[in-house]
């Protein structure tokens, strides 16, 4: 049987969010369906027992999630987020969510980090330490699992909003209930969430029947540069500046696009190499099995899961990237 969650859940933790008054939740930067939906259903949760929260976000919610119940919750406004602070006095605690080290908190993160205590909680493998009080568990499918057990350990009521929000966390990072850490437990929670009205072909739809057509003109474009190596084992595509003028498409429409050639049998690991204005490349990884690119990422300075992991870089082109990143793979799966 699952052990209740409030002796998986540090003590300490529970003691800080109990203890506060105000709480301020942040996540990484560039927040996927996992990060957001985590940030607006914890949001709730801690209303629900009498908390008053702020959600800061580095940038508008994507146009990909502006379907979540509660997202103009959020704000950007730094002016807003000091007065908050202010307010709260010494009853403040920060929470990070969803975030791997403290530098994902994005531009903020040395002002976020120098309030205490900090509270965090992520399922990243890579984690790097950070914060005063911390629950990683890196064999949760998502941080909205995490969320959900923080819930039931608050004994804090799940709204409608809220298990809304937490099925699209889960499912978005658990790549709809396949990846390796979806549990038992992954779908006990899923099925509390339909209990509560979510409707997953709704959700479905939103996540996935959404498309632009500048986005398939980008995929189309994007799926021309596949590039196999390794007897088939290894897939690269990337994505550049030029196509995404050419096909109008922004580069939030990019998002799921590695999965397209991990897909295919052969492929033990996708790499997705973006192009992300000046200068900046960002690479995607996707791995099958036992392959850890988690690792791969490290090397670069990145980080995720064993399965799904990435890092950023600036100065290089898309050809001496795929060129490093194919040598590190190759080390990794020989
Ligand atoms: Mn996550």
Redesign the pocket.
């Known amino acids: 049987m699952n052990e209740s969650p409030a002796r998986i859940i540090p003590e300490p933790l529970l003691t800080e969010l109990r203890g506060a008054s105000h709480v301020v939740l942040l996540t990484h930067s560039h927040p ?1 369906g ?2 957001l939906g985590s940030l607006f259903a914890c949001a709730a949760i801690l209303e629900g027992i009498g908390k008053t929260v702020f959600c800061f976000l580095e940038e508008p919610v994507s146009h990909h999630y502006d379907f979540l119940p509660e997202k103009d919750r959020a704000s950007c406004d730094l002016d807003e987020y000091h007065r908050f602070v202010a307010a709260a006095g010494s009853n403040l605690v920060m929470v990070g969510l ?1 975030c791997g080290d403290g530098d994902r908190l994005g531009k903020l993160k040395d002002e976020f980090l120098c309030i205490e205590p900090f509270v965090v909680i992520d ?2 493998r890579s984690h790097r330490p950070f914060g005063t009080v911390s629950w990683v568990d890196p064999c949760r499918s ?2 909205g699992e995490m969320i959900y057990e923080l819930a039931v350990a608050l004994q804090a009521p799940i709204s409608y909003p809220c298990a809304y929000n937490l099925y699209v966390a889960i499912c978005t ?1 658990s790549g709809s209930f396949r990846y390796e850490c979806t549990t038992s437990r992954t779908m006990q929670i899923a099925a509390a969430l339909l209990d509560m009205g979510v409707r997953p072909e709704e959700v479905g739809s939103h996540l996935y029947d959404k498309y632009s057509i500048e986005r398939l003109k980008l995929m189309e474009m994007v799926l021309s540069t596949i590039a196999l190596f390794a007897d088939d084992q290894i897939a690269f595509m990337h994505v550049t500046d030029e196509m995404l003028r050419q096909s109008g498409a922004s580069i939030q429409d990019v998002e799921g696009f590695v999965d397209l050639p991990r897909s295919l049998f052969s492929v033990k690991v996708a790499v997705l190499i973006k192009e992300t204005g000046n200068g900046a490349i960002a690479v995607s990884m996707r791995a099958k099995g036992q392959c850890d690119v988690a690792r791969v990422a490290k090397e670069f300075d990145g980080g995720g899961h064993r399965n799904a992991a990435g890092f950023r870089l600036h100065g290089k082109t898309v050809d001496e990237v795929r060129l490093a990143v194919k040598e590190a793979l190759c080390r990794v799966l020989s």
């Open positions: 996927d996992d990060a969803d399922h990243h998502s941080t990072d």
